[in-house]
């Protein structure tokens, strides 16, 4: 009986996901124990990443059933921005880097981020890539959608419909408190706006702004100017479909 228990350690260890440094997992996953574990799976409170602990059997494919808990929908009062009907097709991790395919392609921003949070609270995994992702990332890729964000944007929620005048409002830390926004409606640039945040450099001031836009998909692209150049600093963007109507 003490030989098996030493085996049964021993093979805990090289699998990934387990602890271990081993090359990771594919979708498999039968439990290893009726033992159950917890997690975090994060979701969206606005436009922001919230981890929830969640508990799955334990299990060799522990990114896998992380990601099959994240598929099965937000607890109430959050929410996913992972398109109803997407689907895990598999999963492999290997130098820290896991490789992950959907039913789909085409995840927004928002979808990518709850998806790189979920895998990356696993030692084993530093980076995410598949086909979904247009290169390996990290979890300082998704930094604005984090409250810590330079450039925090609380409204409007992101990939929803709107009406336009817009509210816009967040939190923000930038240099003399001062940001624009780039509004742009069917690939063109309509206008650029500055926004002043009620404190800066160094301290955390809120803000808000009223944005008119077109009808039909719009970005808002949020950065602070470099005084050096111009270029674009903590740049971040938001992704909205504007109702007909006043523009």
Known sequence: MRSRTVIALLLCTLAAGCGGKGPGERPAGTTTSGAARELRVYFLRGNALE????SVPDTSAIATAALQKLLAGAPGGLRTALPAGTELESVAVSGGRATVRFSTDRLPHT?????????T???????VDGAAFARPVTRADFADLTERAP???????RDTSVASPVHASGTADVFEG???VDVWSDGKLVRTQTISATSGTGTRGTWSATL?????PAKLVFYE????????????TVLVDVRPGEG
């Open 225 to 236: 100017p470099s005084a050096e150049n111009g270029s674009h600093l903590h740049e971040t």
């Open 178 to 180: 001062t940001f624009a």
């Open 212 to 216: 008119r836009l077109p009808p039909g």
């Open 121 to 127: 609270q696993f030692p084993t995994v530093v980076s």
């Open 51 to 54: 981890a929830v602990r969640v």
């Open 111 to 119: 979808a990518q981020g709850q998806i790189v949070y979920t895998l």
């Open 151 to 157: 450039i925090y944007v609380q409204e409007p929620q």
